[in-house]
């Protein structure tokens, strides 16, 4: 049973580029999560995805968005890299309206 | 204003010895109080969840305990290995929770580091 997996593992972007991160969720799981986690710094979610639309959203801009596909699979798309998007971004996936969620390694992201 | 404050911050012990790690928080009600292992690099792995009516929860030789009069819970890590060098986060979920993940509270975690 595969956990949760995340692509690519390392990421390196220039300020005003644009990235895309990946995710598959656990085996069974319909609902995706994503966090961004600055160093030494506990994560911050970012917003969740289920039947393929945004169901909820953190204190994040515009800038952010993202995607879910009818496999469940998650993207994470960031316009305009700024010097502070640096950090590791997390998926974590769970079943609807359940509270335990699984996260994947993560993707490190380097914007300089 | 942080919601869930770790301590200490950083930690340094030798491989064998035991240790604590706080968690105080000021959310409150809540629903249940999780602590996480996070390797660097890596995303975080579940250690354990207590909700507000359990006063410990042990998964091997972590065990987890938690005051929610004093809103404080700890995290206590027995014969210490050089694996268990990781952060180790503290989450709150407040009550109501149902899957709306934005509620979780996480804390910025302990740095753990066992030597040799």
């Known amino acids: 049973d595969a956990g949760v997996t995340q692509s690519p593992t390392h990421l390196i972007k220039t300020r005003g580029q644009q990235v895309t991160l990946r995710c598959s969720p656990k085996?069974?799981?319909?609902?995706v999560s994503w966090y961004q986690q600055a160093l030494g710094q506990g994560p911050q979610f970012i917003f969740q995805y289920y039947e393929e639309e945004e169901r909820q959203r953190g204190n994040f801009p515009d800038r952010f968005s993202g995607h879910q596909f009818p496999n469940y699979s998650s993207e994470l798309n960031v316009n305009a890299l700024l010097l502070g998007d640096s950090a590791l971004y997390l998926c974590?996936?769970?079943?609807?309206?359940?509270?335990?969620?699984?996260f994947g390694p993560g993707t490190r992201l380097t914007v300089l | 204003k942080n919601q869930v404050e770790q301590s200490p911050q950083s930690l340094i012990i030798l491989e064998g010895k035991n240790c604590t790690l706080q968690c105080n928080y000021t959310v409150s009600p809540f629903s249940n109080l999780r602590w996480y292992k996070q390797d660097t690099g890596r995303g975080p792995v579940s250690l354990t969840i207590m909700t507000f009516s359990e006063n410990t929860k042990s998964n091997g030789r972590y065990t987890a305990t938690l005051d929610a009069d004093t809103k404080q819970s700890s995290l206590h890590i027995t014969a210490s290995q050089l694996s268990d060098s990781a952060s180790y986060i503290c989450v709150v979920i407040p009550s109501g929770y149902g899957g709306a993940t934005n509620k979780l509270i996480f804390g910025t975690g302990t740095l753990l580091a066992v030597q040799p």
């Open positions: 085996s069974g799981h319909d609902t």
């Open positions: 974590a996936s769970s079943l609807e309206g359940a509270d335990t969620q699984y």
